[in-house]
């Protein structure tokens, strides 16, 4: 099982970026699927969830508006839409796979928002 986040990096505030999650090794299509994201000194959190074919999202107060998450089940892909970012975004993303009380993790990809 593989799931690797890819497309972080460093952006102004207001700024935009796209993250991805390459998915690989179990039945993607039968997922549900989450971001998470962990800034230091802080707890992990979800920001975004989807289901398994897409016909559900949502979002925490403090995403929702300016994030989008969505899915393509062909490519074994989730994405998240990250518009408007504000220095308080600023942290590690991951995306997560759950499924009947399994949970799959990745290895995470930096966001630093910063002028």
């Known amino acids: 099982v593989q799931l690797v986040e890819s497309g972080g990096g460093l952006v102004q505030p207001g700024g935009s970026l796209k993250l991805s999650c390459a998915a690989s090794g179990f039945t993607f299509s039968t997922y549900r699927m989450s971001w998470y994201r962990q800034a230091p000194g802080k707890e992990r959190e979800r920001v975004a969830f989807i289901t398994s074919i897409g016909e559900i999202t949502n979002y925490p107060g403090s995403v929702r508006g300016r994030f989008t998450i969505s899915r393509d089940n062909v490519k074994n892909t989730v994405y998240l839409q990250m518009n408007y970012l504000k220095p308080e975004d600023t942290a590690v993303y991951y995306c997560?796979?759950?499924?009947?009380?399994?949970?799959?993790w990745g290895q995470g990809t930096q966001v630093t928002v910063s002028s």
């Open positions: 997560n796979a759950y499924k009947d009380g399994y949970a799959y």
